[in-house]
């Protein structure tokens, strides 16, 4: 059977419904960032979405070309996740959503270093004939999180949010997301080597194309910290 990230390590991907506290450790992943509407059609989230995809099978799939990837194992090909924030916004305000900036992610298994990368960017490049440099080698330790299971539309997440922030307050906690001072503050700190920026990241369990909205389900994880 392939390898499924989501039934072996449901602590990260299967949460639920009530707050919990996790500590994400250090993970790859495939990664594009952008702004805009993720509703806008045809729109930069969209396209991200094409490319974030189109690599992340070409790298399970190489297993039936000639190209062998060295530690290669079956898998499933992660969920999508997202981290989001706002210029000049605590948290997320769901009524400006052109006013979202975003890293689209996908996880990457652990057999995929950068030579795999650079050689995947390439594949899809040639089989694709399109430009995939936006696609980042993105290493990323999330660290201390509460996170819970959020069941329904996007649109209704504030709730979630809400009973989130609560937790946060009755364990004794401090909330971890970096303040967004300035468009170029959260990107500053999430450069390509990881760095320290810490927002709100949603990680996505159901097709929409499938699945009423009542019933979709999202992981959102909200970073934290102990207070001194």
């Known amino acids: ?12 991907y299967l949460p639920p419904t009530t707050p919990g506290i996790v500590t ?12 805009g509407d ?12 094409g490319m974030l995809y189109a690599v992340a099978f070409t790298i399970k799939m190489s ?13 499933v090909v992660p969920p999508l996740e997202g981290l989001w924030w706002q210029e000049g916004v605590h948290g997320v305000d769901y009524a400006c959503k052109a006013d979202f900036q975003w890293i689209s992610l996908i996880r990457l298994p652990e057999f995929v270093t950068r030579e795999v990368f650079d050689w995947a960017i390439r594949e899809a490049t040639e089989k694709k004939q399109k430009d995939f440099s936006p696609v980042e080698f993105f290493p990323w330790e999330e660290g201390l999180c509460v996170q819970c299971m959020h069941i329904g539309h996007y649109d209704d997440e504030p709730a979630t949010v809400a009973a989130l922030e609560e ?25 390509a080597d990881g760095g320290e920026g810490r927002f709100h990241h949603e990680i996505y369990l159901s097709d929409v194309r499938r699945c009423k909205p009542e019933r979709m389900k ?3 994880r909200h970073p934290t910290k102990r207070t001194e």
């Open 38 to 49: 993720p509703n806008e059609e045809d729109g930069a989230y969209k396209q991200a979405l």
């Open 24 to 35: 994400v450790p250090a993970m790859n992943f495939l990664a594009v960032r952008g702004q």
């Open 167 to 191: 937790f946060v307050r009755a364990s004794a906690l401090e909330s971890g997301i970096t303040d967004p001072a300035s468009p170029e503050a959260p990107m500053d700190a999430l450069d």
């Open 218 to 220: 999202t992981v959102i």
């Open 1 to 12: 059977m392939p390898f499924d990230y989501k039934k072996e390590y449901k602590e990260f």
């Open 63 to 75: 297993k039936m070309g000639k190209h062998k990837l060295e530690g290669y194992f079956d898998y």
